[in-house]
């Protein structure tokens, strides 16, 4: 699939078959998370793979949004291992985060994995229960799998529904 393709038919997915994510996919999925640019390179990011029963169980006690996806990709960064910008106030840690999950986002589409990205949780709530390193931060939960009642290549109706240029692009 073409980039623009997978730019214009990749939605967010609210209801999946529950079929298992093909473990080709999955790894390419999670190669395209590793080619990402991160601010001075510095690879902060973790991508944590839930897909046992009693890790989709704990997202379910995170979320009401897992939506039944066999697969749920928890994004998270290293907040030791940051570029703080100028200002000293900002650093890369949630951005860089966001750029793999774009990332990931976008290479589920391109192979026929349907997904969606997830806020609605508490990112210390996730971390507590998964027990992560005390250095790491939740950024997103991500949904991988199969849709249901939704064919392929046939996305939500309101997708499509998108502001003009002139509303959101200002030149100056």
Request: glycine share 6%; proline share 6%.
């Amino acid at each position: 699939m073409e980039l623009n393709d997978v730019i214009k038919n990749r939605y967010a997915c609210k209801k999946y078959d529950g079929t298992p994510v093909a473990q080709e996919a999955l790894d390419a999925i999670l190669a395209a998370g590793r080619l990402a640019p991160t601010a001075k390179n510095l690879q902060e990011h973790h991508v944590y793979v839930i897909q046992s029963e009693e890790g989709l169980k704990k997202v379910d006690e995170l979320t009401p949004c897992r939506y039944g996806a066999p697969v749920v990709l928890m994004v998270t960064y290293d907040k030791t291992n940051v570029f703080t910008y100028p200002g000293g106030v900002a650093t890369s840690g949630i951005e860089d985060a966001t750029i793999v999950a774009t990332h990931l986002c976008l290479a589920a589409t391109a192979n026929g994995v349907e997904n969606c990205w997830l806020n609605y949780f508490d990112p210390a709530k996730a971390k507590a229960l998964f027990g992560l390193p005390e250095n790491e931060e939740v950024v997103l939960l991500m949904d991988l799998g199969h849709a249901a009642d939704v064919p392929a290549g046939q996305p939500l109706a309101n997708h499509a529904s998108r502001k003009p240029l002139a509303e959101t692009v200002t030149y100056l």
